[in-house]
């Protein structure tokens, strides 16, 4: 459920009917008076619901040193404020100033204006916080980013199919006789020499703003520690083939200086492939967090849907033999 921008938060417990705490406006406003206690500061009028859905609380609250957006998310995402924090020392302009975090919510300053006439993709962006962020697996996973490397991603799908409440029977039977390809095709990525960093895992439109920093990502609740390829998924999906092809070239070539050309090229044709099974991994996540609310069950399908055909695809075997060029 999206509560449209602009209208004033209603009552407590009066908005949300799933009972899920981090959704509930008067935990929200203790949070957020406390903090600006803290910090010196106070609330100077009621909160503007920005985003109000199973997944996370936005909100916009006005104060004595002007407006700041506040964010609570379930357990799953509970990471993303220090994460967030983390970025912003690693990469600044990159994520908006925290203000404060902690487990489930964050506190940041708004996102700056938007600027027209942008350079790049806001992968260009995503593709430096990923080479920053190379050798660092340790740090990331102590930020609470979940560990969803490859063998991860296999067990995803694994356990996927042998569920029999998420996907329509013919779709989990096509699915499952695509298992040992799948896993073959894991092996073979995780040979090549491209290290899993932080991804972002939801880069689109809503997420990215050209500023006058560059590109600027919020919402890193989908943060983990990943193969980076799989950042390609969300922003391609429905993109047209010139386009496509543009974005993944500027994105690979920034990754030409770590990794081979061949290595590059095997990763890029199984991008659809792992892009898609990750993505199938992250709805499952959020099903089973949160319920299948807000065509969250919709979007598994679609992503299940999407790595099957990319399996089927003939060029699958010639990733596995290396022979892409």
Partial sequence: MTTPTGQHMPSANTAHGNGFAYLDLDHALGIIDRQLSRLGGTRTGTP??????????VLEVPTDRGPLWFKAVPPLFAHEGRVTHWISHLLPGLVPEVVAFGPGWLLTTPL???????????????????????????EILALGCPDRRLPVLLADITGLVRRTDLLPVTDRHELAAQLGLLDRLCQAIDRRAMPATLIHGDVNGENSRWTAHGWMHIDWTDACLAHPCVDLAQPLLGADDRL???????FYQAWATRVPPHDLAVVRAASPILGAAHQVGTYLRIIDEVGPADDHALMLRLWARRLTAALAASQTDRILQGEIR
């Fill in 244 to 250: 496509s092809r543009t974005v993944e070239a500027d």
């Fill in 48 to 57: 503007i619901t920005v985003k109000c859905w199973s997944v996370s609380l």
């Fill in 112 to 138: 700056p204006a938007e600027l027209g006439n942008p350079i790049g993709h806001p992968l260009d962006a995503v593709a430096d916080l990923q080479l920053a962020t190379v050798g660092q697996e340790d």
